[in-house]
Structure formats: C-alpha cells, structure tokens
C-alpha cells in the first residue's frame, strides 16, 4: 500500500476501498427515497475516498478504514443535505405509519398486520404498501427524537445526521439502548426479523435480501420500512 519512498499508493488505496464506497452507499441507499441515484452516492463516496486519502495520517491513531468511513459517509450527507431529498410530506408519512402501529400495539397487544395497518391509516393494502416503498425505512434513532418536538420543520438531516457529536449511532452503542432494540427485534413478525437480521448483521443490502427470500428487491424495501416503524413505536420511550 506503500511507494518505494514510503508514501501512500493511492490508485492501489482506492482500488481496495471501493469495496466499502459501495457497501456504505448500498446501506445509505436503503434510507432513501426512489428519486436518490444508487450510483450518484458511489460517485460522492468516492470523492469522499479520495479526500481521506489525502487527509490521513497515521499520527492521527486511527485505523484508516475507520477515517475513510467517516469521510465517506460525510461527502454523501453533505450532498444529500443540499439536494434537500426528504420532503416534509415524506417525513410526516413516516410518522403517520409510526403512529398506526403504535396505537394497534396498544389496541391489539401484539403487532399489527400489515393489512391491519392500512386499514387503520384509511388506505387500501396496495396503497399501503406503494407508500412504504416511498418513504423507505430510515433510522432508528432520529436526532429529533432527542431534541425537538413532534411539529419541528427543520431540515430533516439537519436533525439526524448533521451534528457529530450526537451521532444516531454512538446513541445505539449505549448498552441499555441496544439491549431494548434487541428485544423489540425479537416482537417482529419472522420474515421481518429475518430481513433485520440479514440487513444490520449480515451486511446484506436490499438486492441481496431479496435473491434469499425469493421476492422483489421493492417488497424488501417494503417490509424493511414497515420494520423500522415497528421499531421506533417500541422504541419511543427510549
């Protein structure tokens, strides 16, 4: 990975990490909606590779794989956040479908079925299912969640992936946190805690999910969406 003057081989560098440009835009593409181009993140992420490269020094302590992610992830948010991708009726869709499924699991004591919560948003089950598609399941954690109220317009990556210093995913890392997520995931109809499973565990992305069970890559994106509302309704109090 090294010259014969000890500096860093940047074409065998970026050679190697392409891998990781993809898998990170494959799992930021599932928390997207359609109009969001798969390969348009890759060309960002890309850029985000190189200028890691550039970036990096072993001083630093950091393994560059590490560094790198960081970078990479960062280029594709900053270029999401001035193409302004989540639309606000986007945003309230998604709550919407939370809080259908909240209120049946009080309802019902168990979780809905997917026809069950159609019926309770006043849409038919095709319709329902088009709209997850739509809106794509996101995060877990939402910055928001945290800081502001329920009818706050800013910016949707503003809230959740902008600030560093509460990072959605250091707030998973805490012990109490990933353990009530492990239990919620264990409430999960099966086929949905299959594709959880494959998803966060296994690194499979959407595609992937989709030649295992034997359907379409736009009704794992459906189940995967309508797991994530599952999810933070049981999440709420955490």
């Known amino acids: 990975m090294y010259t014969a003057k000890g500096q860093m081989d940047r074409e065998h560098m970026i050679r190697q990490y392409v891998p990781l440009v993809r898998r990170l835009a494959h799992h930021m593409i599932a928390k997207l909606p359609p109009n969001v181009e798969l390969d348009d993140l890759i060309q ?45 009726s986007s945003r309230k869709s998604q709550k919407d479908i939370e809080r259908a499924v909240r209120k049946l699991e009080q309802k019902l004591g168990r ?23 739509k809106v794509r399941g996101t995060q877990l954690v939402y910055l928001e969640d945290m800081s502001s109220g329920p009818d706050d317009e800013a910016g949707f990556l503003d809230h959740h992936v902008a600030d560093d210093s509460a990072d959605p995913m250091q707030m998973l890392r805490d012990h109490r946190l990933r353990q009530a997520l492990v239990d919620a995931i264990k409430t999960l109809p099966e086929r949905e805690q299959h594709i959880m499973s494959m998803y966060y565990e296994n690194d499979l992305n959407l595609k992937e999910i989709a030649a295992v069970l034997g359907v379409t890559e736009s009704r794992v994106c459906q189940l995967h969406s309508q797991s994530i509302a599952r999810l933070r309704a049981k999440m709420r109090s955490h």
């Open 44 to 88: 960002v992420g890309m850029i985000g590779l190189s200028e890691a490269l550039t970036r990096y020094e072993v001083s630093q302590g950091v393994q560059f794989e590490t560094f790198a992610t960081q970078r990479i992830r960062g280029a594709m948010i900053d270029e999401l956040r001035e193409g302004d991708w989540m639309s606000r």
């Open 111 to 133: 979780s809905p079925l997917e026809s069950e919560i159609a019926v309770e948003l006043e849409m038919t089950l095709p319709d329902y299912q088009e709209l997850l598609g």
